[in-house]
């Protein structure tokens, strides 16, 4: 089966970080967003992944560079250009190659957030997808503000089949949260404006689709799910911070299992440390002589000798980044 990572967008929320890089090349926990994605496409059974571009291509192409080694599924990079074509543009564009698998559907990823799904049963969720004849079904989970201030996806109150996309509230309907990963059948591009005509997937082709052709499509609906927002600076250091709460006081917890399966794929590990003051990941061992120079969460991957006289609170910083001696940093993310 085939599959699409959608990495064309512009990252406007998280400016100025995405000036210069990608959302997608962004790295949580020193993995970029990317490569999240990437593993769930590979673990469910993708051959051929498609990853549309167009705000900064180079930083998605490196990205995939330097991680493709941990990789056994082909990739190809489709680029949209002059304009960016959306999400249903950018799926449209890519019909010949999702399509030329043996399966009757593709996986759809958005690639501007950490995916971790600890107890999804893709086999499961694949046979229902195929029995319900789904032109679409949609992993989705709980959120607070869901439908109110968060657009989500609208269900009947007994039932996990889709009526309505949006904001509410909306009569006899329950409003679930979707998670960035789906099932698309084939028979979307049917749906779809022509090609090279730029056009949002759910808005424009599901949603008509459901309300003017009688088609149908379905939740896979997962309960508990620790979901990570990251959409700008405040988000992306709260859901670190969060992480960071759960793989040190709760390590036996589906979540904290599966994000440290993910990233000893890609052959990344860390140390910590926690006591009253401060919670700490790094990527070397912690001095205890240097402890009065983190405070509150930080994530550390900076090397040793970079970060030896540096003050950091409340931070993240990347494997790449250049601090110069006697910083203090409070509430970033350097990369």
Known sequence: MNAILLSAGFGKRFLPYTNTIAKPSIPFFDIPFLCYSLYYA????SQKVVINTHHLPSSVQQTVQNYKKFLSIDTEFVHESPHILDSGGGIKNSESILSSSDESFFFVFNTDIPHIFPQLDISSMIKKHLEQKA?????????????????????????????????GPKESLRCRHYTGFMILSNEI?????????????????????????????????LEPLHWL??????????????????LIHKPECHYSKEFTRLHSFFNNSWFMHSDSL???ISISPI????????KGHVIDFSRPQENNSVYLENSVISSKAHISPGQTLSNTLVL
């Open 287 to 294: 001095n205890p002589n240097k402890l009065n120079l983190y």
């Open 42 to 45: 590979q673990k469910f059974g």
């Open 189 to 221: 591009f049917k749906h779809q404006p022509p090609k090279n005509q730029p056009h949002n997937i759910i808005y424009d082709a599901i949603l008509p689709a459901l309300k003017n052709q009688s088609k149908r499509a379905f939740c896979h609906h």
């Open 135 to 167: 032109l679409a079904t949609f992993i989705t989970c709980d959120l607070k503000e869901l439908g109110t201030q968060v657009s989500g996806v609208w269900t009947e109150k007994n039932s996990l089949e889709i009526k309505d996309f949006g904001l």
């Open 278 to 280: 401060r919670q700490i």
């Open 229 to 246: 927002e990251t959409g700008n600076l405040k988000s992306y250091l709260e859901a670190s911070f969060a992480t960071i709460d759960q």
